[in-house]
């Protein structure tokens, strides 16, 4: 997938962030063909969205702004990974609202496996950002 075709997927399936969280688009990080990285932020969070092509890694991160700065990545409280938070939504949401989630994305079409995770990716945060206060407390 292409850098421009990335930032298009990437601001279609995850179009919730603006909608429904308030967030904005605060940046957009291309290098090359290697690294794709879209950047959500709300004042008090940043969402990072971003795909190593190299080696197909993609990876869905939330940094809890501290005065308004990015936290440092090694700081796990204020650097949180979408696959962490997704373990422990499971133990906080019924399967009805898992269901209900899922409708909100019923209208994409994934095209290939990148477009797959970038859905699956854009389910899971949602979930998330819906409990997140509650998420927060237990970490």
Known sequence: MKANQYIKTVEAYYIFLVTEFGFDVSGEKIRGNA???VQYKDGKRIVSISYENIEDYFLITIFLLQNGEMPDYDDKTKTLHLNKLNAQILSVVDKSEIS?????????????????????GARELRLCLRHFEKLQMSL
């Open 35 to 37: 690294f794709y990285d």
């Open 100 to 120: 209900l989630n899922n409708e909100c994305f019923f209208n994409f079409s994934p095209q290939d496996m990148l477009e797959k995770k970038l859905l699956k």
